[in-house]
C-alpha cells in the first residue's frame, strides 16, 4: 500500500520549509527592530527556503523506479519537481533584492555593495543565481519550444547551483547557529548528491535492463512497435507503465544514445516488451525505421496510471491518438489472465486513419467480458461531448474515469466528467508532455 | 507559475540595474577626509560597556551603543569586543563566518573615525 499522493506532497513541502522554520525558533527581537531588520530577515528567509526548495526538487530527480507512486506517478512527480524549481527561483531571485532593500535603510551604496560585493561568498551566490537562471530561461519558451535533449543537459547545471548556492549558505548563513547550519545544509546537500550520483552513475551503468530488439512492427505510418527481448533478467511492470528507452544502434539517424520514455502496450506476462512509438521528433522518427538485432537498455518501470492489475470498479476510458497504448497494455493483460474488465472505451482520433490497433481492441470485446470500444471521430462526431459519451456510457456517474491522450483532449474530457458530476478524486490522468 | 516566473525575472533585472546605475550616479561617502578624528586603541578601550561600546575594526572606529539592541546575535556575543580590536570578531562571527557585505556595509552608519597607527 502506497502513501496517498497528497500526504507525500506535503512532506516534501515541509521538508522544504524545514530551514525557514527552524530559522523561527532563532529569531531575535532585533529582527524586526526597523523596517530594514524586517526585510533582512525576509531575505534571509527567502535565500533558505529557496536553496532548500532547489535542493529538494533536485532529490525528486533521481527517479528511482518505485519512487513515483506515492506521488502518483512519475509525471505527478515530475509537476511537483516543477513547481518546486520555480518557487525556488522567484525566492532565490528576491532573496538578494531584499538583502540590498534591508541594507538602504543605511545608504544607497551600503545596498549596492551588498549586492554587487566581490566578496568570495557573494560571487558564489552570484555563480549559482547566474547558473540557475541559465538552465530555468529556456522554461520560458522565449525561443520556441526547447529541444528535449538540449533541456536535459542544460538541467545538469543544478550541480552548479547546488555547489555553490550551499557554499554560499554555509559561509554567510547567520540566521541559524552555525552547527544547525552545517546539520541542515549538510543533510539536504547530502540527499541531493546521492539523488544525483543515483541519476547520473548508478542508474546508467548498473540501473538499468538490456534487451535486444527482436521485431518491428508498422502499426501506421508514423507509429511503430517494438518487440524486445530481455538479455538479462526481464523488467518487472504493470499494465499502463511507461519506460525510458535508449536505443545504441548506429544505423540510427538520430537519437542514439539518448533516452526516451514510451509506454509498454504489452501484457506484463508477455515474454517479450512491446512498446509503440509515434513519430514526435528526429529520434522517434529515426526508431520507426530501425532493424531487429540492435540492443537497447530499458529503465523503469514509471507511471501509477492503473494502481492495481485489476480494476475494482467500473470504468470509462478515454483515449486520444497515441494515449491508446497504457489501455492497450491493460486489455493485453485482460486477455491473457481471462480477466473481466467492466470498462467503456472511447477512443477519440481525427478520422478511420488515425485509429491505432483498430483491429485488436474491436476483437478483445469478444474475448473480455464488459469489455466496450467506441471510437469518436473528429472530423465526423466534432469534439467530444457530454453526449457522445452518455450515450455511449449513461452510468457515467458511477464509473471512474481514465484519460490518456494529447494535454487539450484531457483538459477537454475532465471539464466534460467533472461537469457531469464525477468526482475530481475519481478521475485518473496522465500527459506525456515537457514541462 | 512559469508567467510569475518570467515577470520576477525581468522585475530582478530592472531592479538589480536600477540599483547598479543609482549607485554609479549618487556619490558615496568615498574615502577617509583628510579631516577625520582618529583613535588610538587606548581611547577605544575606555568604551568597553554595551552601553557605550567602541570597536576598532580593520583600521576603521565605530560606535555600536546604538547598535547592540539592534545586532541579531545576542549582546553578551558582542559585549567581548567593545574597547578592542575587533577585527577578527567581525570577520569570523566567532566560528569562522565572514558577516556578510550588507553587515560591512552597514558598519559605515556608525563610523567615526579611522584609527590611529602606533
Not at chain 1, 175 to 185: C, E, G, R
Not at chain 1, 365 to 390: K, N
Not at chain 1, 404 to 432: H, K, M, N, Q, W
Not at chain 2, 93 to 101: A, E
Amino acid at each position: 500500500m502506497t502513501a496517498k499522493p497528497y500526504l507525500t506532497r506535503l512532506a516534501i513541502w515541509l521538508l522544504v520549509s524545514l530551514p525557514a522554520l527552524t530559522a523561527f525558533v532563532f529569531v531575535t527581537p532585533a529582527d524586526f527592530s526597523s523596517a530594514g531588520a524586517v526585510l533582512n530577515l525576509m531575505g534571509r528567509l527567502s535565500g533558505g527556503l529557496g536553496l532548500a526548495g532547489l535542493l529538494v526538487a533536485a532529490v525528486l530527480s533521481c527517479r528511482i523506479p518505485g519512487f513515483d507512486q506515492s506521488f502518483g506517478g512519475l509525471t505527478k512527480l515530475w509537476q511537483l519537481h516543477h513547481k518546486l524549481g520555480l518557487s525556488a527561483f522567484i525566492l532565490l531571485l528576491a532573496h538578494p533584492l531584499l538583502l540590498a532593500f534591508a541594507a538602504a535603510e543605511v545608504s544607497l551604496a551600503a545596498a549596492a555593495d551588498s549586492l554587487f560585493s566581490m566578496q568570495p561568498t557573494v560571487l558564489y551566490g552570484w555563480l549559482a543565481l547566474l547558473a540557475l537562471m541559465a538552465f530555468i530561461a529556456p522554461t520560458f519558451h522565449v525561443f520556441g519550444e526547447p529541444d528535449y535533449q538540449r533541456w536535459k543537459r542544460l538541467h545538469r547545471l543544478a550541480a552548479v547551483v547546488l555547489m555553490f548556492g550551499l557554499l554560499h549558505s554555509l559561509m554567510l548563513g547567520r540566521t541559524l547557529p552555525a552547527s544547525w547550519n552545517k546539520l541542515l545544509w549538510g543533510g539536504l546537500g547530502l540527499l541531493a548528491l546521492s539523488a544525483m550520483a543515483y541519476r547520473w552513475l548508478f542508474s546508467r551503468y548498473y540501473g538499468r535492463y538490456r534487451y535486444r530488439i527482436c521485431n518491428v512492427a508498422a502499426v501506421s505510418d508514423n507509429v511503430v512497435e517494438l518487440s524486445l527481448q530481455p538479455l538479462q533478467v526481464p523488467l518487472r511492470y504493470r499494465p499502463g507503465q511507461f519506460i525510458y528507452l535508449t536505443p545504441f544502434a548506429s544505423e540510427l539517424l538520430a537519437g542514439a544514445g539518448e533516452e526516451h520514455p514510451f509506454t509498454l502496450s504489452s501484457a506484463p506476462s508477455e515474454p517479450v516488451l512491446r512498446l509503440a512509438i509515434k513519430t514526435l521528433g528526429d529520434a522517434t522518427k529515426a526508431l520507426q525505421s530501425i532493424t531487429p538485432g540492435s540492443d537497447v537498455t530499458v529503465e523503469g518501470p514509471y507511471g501509477c496510471f492503473f494502481r492495481q492489475t485489476e480494476l475494482k470498479t467500473k470504468g470509462l476510458w478515454i483515449a486520444g491518438g497515441i494515449g491508446i497504448v497504457p489501455f492497450l497494455s491493460y486489455l493485453r493483460h485482460c486477455a491473457s489472465q481471462h480477466q473481466a474488465a467492466d470498462v467503456q472505451l472511447i477512443y477519440c482520433v481525427q478520422d478511420e486513419q488515425h485509429l491505432l490497433f483498430a483491429p485488436e481492441l474491436q476483437q478483445l470485446t469478444a474475448v473480455i467480458e464488459g469489455y466496450h470500444f467506441t471510437p469518436h471521430f473528429f472530423s465526423r462526431h466534432g469534439a467530444l461531448d457530454l453526449d457522445f459519451i452518455t450515450q455511449h456510457c449513461s452510468d457515467l456517474r458511477a464509473r471512474q474515469v481514465w484519460i490518456c491522450g494529447p494535454p487539450p483532449l484531457i483538459l477537454l474530457s475532465r471539464g466534460i466528467v467533472l461537469g457531469a458530476g464525477v468526482t475530481s478524486g475519481d478521475i485518473v490522468t496522465e500527459e506525456f508532455t515537457l514541462l | 507559475m512559469k508567467s510569475l516566473s518570467f515577470i520576477a525575472f525581468i522585475v530582478f533585472w530592472s531592479v538589480a540595474g536600477t540599483l547598479f546605475a543609482l549607485s554609479l550616479l549618487v556619490p558615496g561617502s568615498g574615502p577617509v577626509s583628510a579631516g577625520e578624528k582618529t583613535y588610538t586603541l587606548q581611547d577605544i578601550a575606555r568604551h568597553n560597556r554595551t552601553d557605550d561600546c567602541w570597536m576598532a575594526i580593520a583600521g576603521q572606529v565605530y560606535d555600536f551603543s546604538r547598535f547592540m539592541p539592534k545586532h541579531p546575535a545576542p549582546p553578551a556575543i558582542l559585549a567581548v569586543w567593545c574597547g578592542k580590536e575587533a577585527t577578527q570578531g567581525m570577520k569570523t562571527k566567532g566560528y569562522g563566518n565572514d558577516h556578510s557585505p550588507a553587515a560591512w556595509a552597514m558598519t559605515e552608519a556608525y563610523r567615526i573615525g579611522v584609527l590611529k597607527k602606533e
